[in-house]
């Protein structure tokens, strides 16, 4: 350690320097040949090094300090490169890379003697011999042209600071999301006509999403912004425009832009604020028309661009090479029938899925190479059924557990009769989304990862509440009797809310006679619902029974016929076979095995199936679960709809895909009430 103290001795020294990086092609520690511009390449922060392995002073002091540097802040890459050609083979750079505890992130390269000068003369590190070398790093924050040289005495401080840029990704985040600058005012824009945007309209986010991938709206394109799209060399590819070219009808300006797109450079500090204050691409073409002018201050600009250099920078959790990782949820007490049911059509899909993608596996490579326009197509899906047991408190921690076990890429489906809001609370803080959750409570708030095949028994109450607003009486009186549970009790609260500051009194909630014309309301489980018969026939003058057919059972069947006449049933689901899409869902059920009771259950896991199929292969080598979030919002509506729901659709934050919910008269569907809202 003498020795590389003497080598440190001294002040650091920091400057900012410009870096051509030279066409060069070297090998890394596993043996695989890499292109020392691609190496460099990304949007993550990245430090460069010169070391050679047999090196005792300066090089492992420069290697402590990077792994330091990385341990601090574990987004930053290091390319460490050898300046002993001759010794350093793969293998010996692999044992030191071992030795100095490199992890993902760090790759260590060798090459040729001339490759490697020419590596060095680009950074002004070549001294002419490696037993004159320097303590030097090099540091660029993210993707553009200034490098920060370090030499000396520096600590991994220095480096974490080096690579980090000026602004506040936080706060970019917030000005990007929700259109909130730092000072806590809301975002100003101009649009090209004049009109004036602000806060959460001229938000970033609202064209171009949370995952920065933009889209298609009506007939504008919105390109990606994601951190790769904007910082690394950007070189058009076919298959990421064929959705909007063929599959969108696009204005004339956007599919003009579409066909002439052409490679371009990366964007720079001064490139992107250009394009954000005159709406100038970095190819030097003006936006199109819909593309607001911004004037932000120096800070604002720094923390966005900060933000912009982590967006989707990095692929999501559960997904590798070779598999794509999903699960589904069994939350507490459910019903087997209607468990076995969902999980029978999810294995029956992903086992088609997998011996398709087995079949293509075994077939000889299109010389045309269409497979590389289908990245997702030779990804076998796994599926882990994650069962919570126990009381709901408990359900966290067995969530947090299974994820640590084996990270997912998204919850899909699931079932459970009690408390959500555990699996919400996990998918909102883990960032995973949970498509099409098959409960009848969803949980109170909104999510950005939470999306759910139906309202549930809060949107029938709040349907109910409109429905009897519509048509009180004054002086009538309504009762409402709820079970304690959450089955009963949400429903119950969501309909005196709804009905606050209509003219319908707030319900009772005790089985009492008090005269006059009376309607009940029934959040009653089957057993419950078989008990009240007697309470119900003691009510004089009883005008309707309003019961939720999902929680009705057979129970009403056994009540006396004056109350069946007077019972009208809250049903969410269509009617028979009102859906043509459904003969085709049950004769796929039926020829793979998962046909059976429980048959809205099926039907509904099928539709996840399906539309996840879909939004899986829009995201191409795009994994971002914010994406497969946002695909799932435009094809909801898209996907063939086999029920049980009469109308599926989502779109941008919308996070319920069943709105409608009809009244129907018990047992006499040709009397349905024609009160059918779409609740939007």
């Known amino acids: 350690m003498l020795f590389a103290a003497a080598a440190f001795a001294g002040d650091a020294t920091r400057m900012t320097v410009a870096v051509d990086v030279p066409a060069v092609t070297l090998v890394d520690a596993g043996g695989k040949r890499v292109a020392l511009r691609d190496a460099l390449a990304g949007p993550e922060p990245v430090a460069v090094q010169f070391i050679f392995t047999t090196c005792g002073t300066i090089c492992p002091v420069l290697t402590q300090t990077a792994a330091a540097a990385r341990r601090a802040m574990p987004a930053l890459r290091v390319v460490s490169v050898s300046i002993d050609p001759d010794e350093d083979t793969p293998p010996r750079l692999a044992a ?12 260590f390269l060798t090459g040729s003697a001339d490759d490697i000068v020419a590596v060095q003369r680009a950074f002004d590190a070549y001294d002419g011999s490696k037993m004159r070398h320097r303590p030097l790093t090099f540091v660029r924050a993210w993707p553009q042209d200034a490098w920060t040289r370090l030499e000396g005495a520096f600590a991994a401080a220095d480096i974490v600071d080096a690579a980090s840029v000026a602004g506040d990704a936080a706060l970019g985040r917030r000005l990007y999301r929700d259109g909130v600058l730092a000072s806590g005012d809301g975002l100003a824009a101009r649009a090209p006509g004049g009109a004036v945007l602000t806060g959460a ?38 298959v990421d425009r064929f959705r909007a070219m063929y599959q969108e009808q696009l204005s004339l300006d956007a599919m003009t832009r579409l066909r002439a797109a052409t490679a371009r450079a990366p964007y720079t500090t001064a490139t992107l604020a250009r394009a954000l204050a005159d709406g100038v691409g970095g190819d030097g073409r003006a936006f199109d028309a819909p593309m607001p002018r911004y004037a932000l201050a120096a800070a604002d600009q720094a923390n966005l661009l900060a933000y912009l250099a982590t967006l989707s920078a990095r692929a999501a959790p559960g997904v590798d090479d070779k598999e794509i990782h999903f699960a589904t949820i069994v939350a507490g007490d459910v019903d087997t029938g209607r468990r076995d049911a969902m999980l ?9 899925r997998n011996a398709d993608v087995a079949r293509r596996a075994a077939r000889p490579p299109n010389p045309m190479g269409y497979e590389d326009d289908l990245p997702d197509a030779n990804r076998t ?40 809001r555990p699996v919400h609370a996990f998918c909102e803080t883990q960032r995973v989304p949970c498509v099409f959750a098959l409960t009848d409570v969803p949980a109170d708030e909104h999510g950005d990862y939470s999306v759910y095949l139906s309202g549930g028994l809060p949107l029938e109450a709040r349907e109910l509440a409109a429905h009897l607003a519509a048509a009180w009486r004054e002086g009538d009186r309504l009762v409402q009797i709820a079970s304690a549970d959450r089955r009963g009790s949400v429903p119950a609260a969501a309909l005196r809310d709804a009905l606050a500051g209509t003219s319908v009194p707030v319900p009772v909630d005790r089985w009492r006679d008090e005269g006059g014309s009376t309607t009940v309301v029934l959040w009653l489980g089957d057993e419950a619902l078989r008990r009240s018969a007697t309470k119900l026939a003691a009510f004089k003058r009883l005008d309707h029974i309003y019961v939720s057919r999902a929680l009705a059972g057979d129970a009403i069947a056994a009540w006396p016929a004056e109350l069946r006449d007077k019972t009208v049933l809250i049903d969410r689901e269509a009617s ?42 829009q995201l191409l080598d795009r994994w971002s679960r914010e994406l497969f979030i946002e695909t799932i919002e435009r094809e909801a509506e898209l996907v063939p709809n086999p029920g049980p729901y009469p109308a599926l659709s989502l779109g941008p934050g919308q996070r319920v895909a069943a709105k409608r919910c009809r009244f129907v008269g018990y047992g006499d569907e040709a009397r349905a009430s024609t009160a059918v809202r779409s609740g939007l």
Do not use: N
């Open 96 to 107: 030191y890379a071992k030795q100095h505890g490199a992890g993902d992130g760090w790759r």
């Open 201 to 238: 309209s001229a938000a970033c986010g609202a064209c171009h999403r949370a995952s920065g991938y933009g889209g298609v709206e009506g007939r504008t394109f919105v390109p990606p912004i994601d951190a790769a799209s904007l910082f690394a060399a950007h070189e058009p590819r076919r």
């Open 344 to 352: 029978a059509v999810m294995r029956a899909w992903l086992a088609q």
């Open 381 to 420: 899906w796994t599926l882990d059924v994650w069962t919570l047991t126990g009381d709901a408190s408990q359900w966290s921690a067995q969530l947090a557990a299974r994820y640590r076990e084996r990270p997912v890429f998204a919850l899909l489906g699931g079932t459970g009769d009690g408390d959500w």
């Open 576 to 617: 028979g076979d009102a859906l043509p899409h459904a003969y085709r869902a049950r004769a796929w059920l039926r020829s793979h095995g998962a046909a059976g009771d429980a048959e809205a259950t099926r039907l509904a896991t099928y539709y996840v199936m399906s539309a996840t199929e879909s939004a899986v292969a």
